[in-house]
C-alpha cells in the first residue's frame, strides 16, 4: 500500500510541476502530450489551477504514504 501511494504520489507532483512550467512558462513542449490536464476537455482553459491542485494531490499522496509506514513501524515495534 505505501509503495503504491508513493509512486502515485511522485507521479501526480511531477505532473503537477511539468503542467505549471508548461502552463506558465512555455517550458517543454514536448510534454503538452504527456500532461495530464491536456487530455481533459473541461480542464481547457484552466491548466493552471488544475495543475497545482494535481501538484497538492501528489503532496497529500506522499505524505499519506509516510503516515502509513510510520504507523506500520509503531504496530510492529
Partial sequence: MRTV???LGW???LQ???GLGNSLLGLWPWTERLLVANHLGFLRGHEVFAAIVIGVL???LLAVA???SRTRR????
Fill in 5 to 7: 501511494l508513493t509512486v
Fill in 11 to 13: 507521479l501526480l507532483l
Fill in 16 to 18: 503537477g510541476v511539468a
Fill in 58 to 60: 501528489g503532496f497529500v
Fill in 66 to 68: 509516510d503516515t502509513v
Fill in 74 to 77: 509503531e504496530e510492529d515495534g
